[in-house]
């Protein structure tokens, strides 16, 4: 694999992991150990609130409708099937809750409707109830789904909410938040580590070689070699005669 190609895979293992590490840490602060997913928002004070099967039923979990207002002032709410809540509400002005925006954690609403909506506490289509004064809360199990929540007055009328919290809990969001980031951890350092040792000990290629071939010193078989072989010295121990003219 060329240098040039190892780095950009290195660079994508990095880019990959920061993206894990850093949304597996988002949604592990914001899940908890509990993995509680919170959703939360203040609805119109003149209007009767309907949560929606698109909330309540969404995941398979028990769902915990939690509606706080100002202190002494009588909160209502009740559990029924989508088509009841719609025929009791009517045309009477809501607030629908439809949906949730998991980048801020915030419940999707929309408004509709005019006017006020009848005795609701006195209507027998209600499978659960609850009121009190300041802080009711209530739990959707799931065992009757499709179904719609509805909070208002006990007679109809809205009330002035501070604030409305739909909670969802699964213990296993908080594991599989866990895992991302670990992993994202892993794999960001992996691919910084892989990077900079490429930068810094580039890969190096292969050495040129001489075209007459290396330099290994004397060939130490030249001297079986009939072209090498010494050249004969003359005997100097014979002795030399002399010619008389």
């Known amino acids: ?29 914001h899940l908890g150990s509990s993995g509680s997913a919170v959703l939360r928002s203040t ?8 949560i929606e099967p698109s909330v309540l039923n969404r995941v398979d979990r028990p769902v915990s409708i939690t509606a706080v207002a100002a202190p002494g002032t009588k909160i209502w709410m009740g559990r029924t099937t989508p088509t009841d809540a719609e025929a009791i509400v009517g045309g009477a002005d809501r607030t629908s809750v439809t949906g949730a925006h998991i980048r801020d954690w915030s419940l999707v609403q929309s408004r509709s409707g005019a ?38 007055a006990p007679d109809g009328k809205p009330v002035d909410l501070t604030s409305l919290r739909v909670t969802i809990a699964r213990p296993t969001w908080f594991f599989q938040a866990l895992l991302a980031t670990l992993v994202g951890l892993l794999a960001t350092v992996a691919g910084a580590a892989g990077l900079w040792q490429s930068w810094r000990h580039p890969t190096r290629g292969p050495a040129l070689v001489p075209a007459d071939g290396p330099d290994d010193g004397p060939d130490e078989a030249s001297a079986d070699r009939p072209d090498k072989a010494p050249v004969d010295q003359p005997d100097t121990d014979e002795p030399t005669q002399e010619v008389s003219a």
């Open 1 to 29: 694999m060329s240098i040039v190609a190892k780095r950009a895979l290195l660079a994508a293992l990095t880019v990959i992991g920061l993206v894990l590490l850093l949304v597996g840490a988002w949604f592990t602060v």
């Open 115 to 152: 006017g006020t909506a009848p005795n609701l506490a006195s209507a027998d289509i209600w499978r659960q109830t609850a009121s009190g004064d300041g802080r009711v809360r209530i739990t959707v199990d799931q065992s009757g789904a499709p179904e719609s929540v509805v909070i208002a």
């Open 43 to 50: 609805p119109a004070s003149d209007a009767v609130v309907v």
